[in-house]
């Protein structure tokens, strides 16, 4: 016995060794192969198309934010793809995901055109589910206009085995991930919200498709999104992925080829329409998608000091949001696809009940979920909330009347559906917009972003968003019968009670279980 303690320490001792001699190493790489610092071009002038549509906006707003909800995958589309179709001076692109599928490679070519016209491009992305998409990175990099940086990555890219021993033995700083989203063009206009870039976000995958939501603004707001992206583009943890990778030189003709023949496809047909009926972001801005305005709005983001394990301060995203959360004094609805809240987090929750408040709360089904082992983190959460009196809605993983919910446009195989909506409502007055998840991950780990904003007309939209998405033909109602979990599906002829997780099939109910078992609450 004693003889195999010793080698178990012998093992952790030459283990923990292994991690501090590959932290040092990368943390004298990361010093070297730092890129060179850069600022926002300030929006000063009218110079570009975006400029003559959007200044005189601010001109007859002074003060204040516009704000538009873009709740519709094709229009999301849409706007990322018009407002790098009249970009004239900067795109600054900030996201967890990027997926070089139709969506993803449509949008690489328009901004591989504005490039073209002289536009300068940051392209900051995390690392963690960007190795497979090396290729299009580098060749996209190539571009004189171009720049690509990594948040927090792992040196090795071509060996799965060697880039599982760089996580391993740098499990604690890889586990910590950028998932800020941010679209920001010529300094006058950016996106912020949920949605990555990829078929999924964008309603064309074939086999689920998220239902998501990000505001498009204007105003004050693109200046503070700006001095975020800034903060996390000249941050230690951003590396040029020209110190990463290497493209040859025809790998930036050949991805243009690639773009030209999405472009063509008979699937990019709906996006291509879309943006000949939306032919200028003017228009889009003086149709449906039509600015609210209120001088009660601000961008919040964790530091990117976060992902390196900085002790947390007050400049966490979770301190800016949580008092305009707690002061509710009638009602609060939330939106998480993954929500796990913890003992703190229920407890929290109670108290507001307890003094009057509703809350409501919408998360996925275990069956809609794309994270099960996140669904096995909520679940014994979800008794104590309903002996509380919060209500509690899971998403179908199937549509309205067994269709797609997803505003999926290519037909999906499996009419699944899952909700990526992170937002909350407050007293019909206020809301909040973002990537940040209700789940220890995005507080603790994950850097994050949204917008909180004060506007009755605007909340307004999220509810009606929000009620539609909870209403019975998408959503099944939990309650308790003698302290036992059901679901109700109203919408099923006749109507059904499920005992148990309804539509999930036996991988899921698992891995689930498993997940629920394992110390891992903090990691989800």
Do not use: C
Not at 100 to 114: C, F, M, S, Y
Not at 278 to 298: D, I, K
Not at 324 to 352: H, Q
Not at 485 to 508: G, Q, S, V
């Amino acid at each position: 016995m004693t003889r195999k303690l010793r080698w178990i320490g012998l093992a952790v001792f030459l283990l923990a060794a292994a991690s501090l001699l590959s932290l040092y190493s990368y943390g004298r790489f990361a010093q070297r192969a730092r890129g060179a610092p850069s600022q926002a071009i300030a929006a000063t002038a009218v110079q570009t198309p975006l400029d003559r549509v959007i200044a005189p906006m601010e001109q007859a707003h002074p003060g204040q934010a516009g704000l538009s909800l873009i709740a519709d995958n094709l229009d999301a589309f849409t706007v990322r793809a018009l407002t790098a179709r009249e970009a004239g001076r900067s795109l600054d692109l900030q996201y967890y995901i990027w997926k070089p599928d139709l969506t993803g490679n449509l949008i690489v070519h328009e901004v591989l055109r504005a490039a073209d016209r002289g536009v300068r491009v940051r392209l900051l992305l995390d690392d963690l589910n960007s190795h497979k998409k090396d290729s299009v990175l580098a060749a996209l990099d190539r571009h004189p206009n171009i720049e690509v940086r990594m948040f927090n990555p792992s040196r090795a890219r071509q060996s799965y085995f060697l880039r599982g021993v760089e996580m391993v033995l740098r499990i604690f700083s890889l586990n910590r991930r950028m998932h800020n989203k941010a679209w920001i063009a010529d300094g006058r206009v950016a996106v912020v919200g949920g949605r990555n870039i990829g078929d999924e976000y964008f309603g064309a995958a074939s086999e689920s498709n998220f239902l998501d939501a990000d505001l498009a603004v204007i105003g004050e707001p693109v200046r503070e999104t700006s001095r975020i992206f800034d903060a996390y583009w000249n941050s230690s943890t951003a590396i040029p992925l020209s110190e990463l990778v290497d493209a040859d030189e025809l790998s930036l003709q050949r991805l243009r080829r690639v773009g030209v023949l999405e472009y063509r496809s008979k699937d990019a047909k709906p996006y291509i329409e879309q943006l000949r009926r939306s032919p200028s972001v003017q228009a889009l801005l003086h149709g449906s998608r039509e600015p609210r305005w209120t001088p009660n709005a601000h961008v919040y983001s964790d530091p990117p000091e976060k992902a390196e394990g900085a002790p947390r301060r007050r400049n966490w995203l979770i301190d800016a949001i949580t008092p305009a959360f707690t002061s509710a004094e009638r009602e609060v609805f939330i939106s998480s696809p993954y929500f796990v809240p913890g003992d703190d987090g229920v407890t929290g929750l109670l108290r507001m009940r307890d003094r009057g408040v509703r809350i409501g709360i919408l998360t996925n089904s275990l069956a809609a979920t794309d994270v099960a082992a996140v669904h096995g983190g909520y679940a014994p959460y979800r008794v104590p909330l309903l002996r509380g009196g919060i209500e509690l809605y899971e998403l179908k993983a199937q549509g309205p009347g067994g269709g797609r919910a997803g505003s999926g446009l290519l037909g999906s195989k499996s009419g699944e559906a899952s909700l990526h909506t992170k937002a909350f409502m407050i007293d019909g007055d206020s809301g909040f917009v973002g990537s940040v998840n209700f789940d220890p991950r995005s507080i603790n780990l994950n850097t994050e972003m949204g917008i909180l904003f004060t506007d009755r007309e605007l909340t307004r939209d999220l509810m009606r968003l929000y009620a539609w998405k909870i209403g019975r033909e998408n959503s099944y109602r939990l309650w308790l019968e003698n302290g036992e979990l059901r679901w109700e599906d109203a919408a099923a002829k006749p109507p059904r009670t499920w005992t148990e997780e309804p539509d999930a099939d036996w991988k899921r109910r698992t891995m689930a279980t498993v997940a629920r078992w394992l110390p891992v609450e903090s990691q989800l």
